[in-house]
């Protein structure tokens, strides 16, 4: 009996000292899950897909006596584009928005002149996983050279390399 009302007291003064700290760091989780779902609200998710600008630069062609040079361009992938008689070379690239490289490659690639006669193709990484087998990419920030039949002709992985476009041209 007497053990029992040492306790008594003592487990009343710790409900206290609980009920005084836990009002404050209650607010605080709060506070803080409610930043954090505004961040996850905020930010696209790698499911959806991402707007982006259209950064097709239509083809224009250069008559001379002998031929038609088209200009380059950056587009999105599309089998009808690989398929294209107006372009002698024809780059993928396998691109995901959350991917920090890839964002540099293609900010270097919108703001180079793509040569003439070449295109590069955006492929999404994340929803082209037949393309990704078909060309053994296992790398975001991979780059195929494709023939007109959309077969690989050479590969690349740019991760962590040059971001220019003359980089791509000259490693495949």
């Given amino acids: 009996m007497v053990y029992l009302a040492l306790i008594i007291p003592r487990a ?25 779902i505004a961040l996850l609200v905020s930010r ?20 001379t006596p002998d031929q038609s040079v088209v200009a380059g361009r950056y ?28 964002r540099a490659f293609e900010t270097a690639i919108e703001a180079s002149t793509i040569p003439e006669g070449v295109q590069i193709l955006k492929v999404d990484y994340d929803s082209s996983t037949d393309l990704r087998q078909k060309h053994g990419v ?22 962590g390399k040059d971001k220019s476009v003359t980089a791509i041209l000259e490693n495949l």
């Fill in 75 to 102: 587009a999105l992938y599309s089998p009808e584009a690989v398929a294209s008689q107006d372009y002698t070379q024809t780059v993928l690239f396998f691109h995901a928005p959350w991917c920090p490289e890839c």
């Fill in 12 to 36: 009343f003064a710790i409900l206290e000292a609980v009920k005084r700290y836990l009002l404050p760091v209650s607010v605080i989780v709060l506070v803080l899950g409610v930043a954090v």
């Fill in 138 to 159: 296992t790398l975001q920030s991979t780059f195929v050279e494709v023939d007109q039949s959309g077969e690989t002709v050479s590969r690349w992985v740019g991760y």
């Fill in 44 to 63: 696209p998710s790698i499911e959806e897909p991402v707007a982006t600008t259209d950064t097709t630069q239509t083809p224009q062609s250069t008559e």
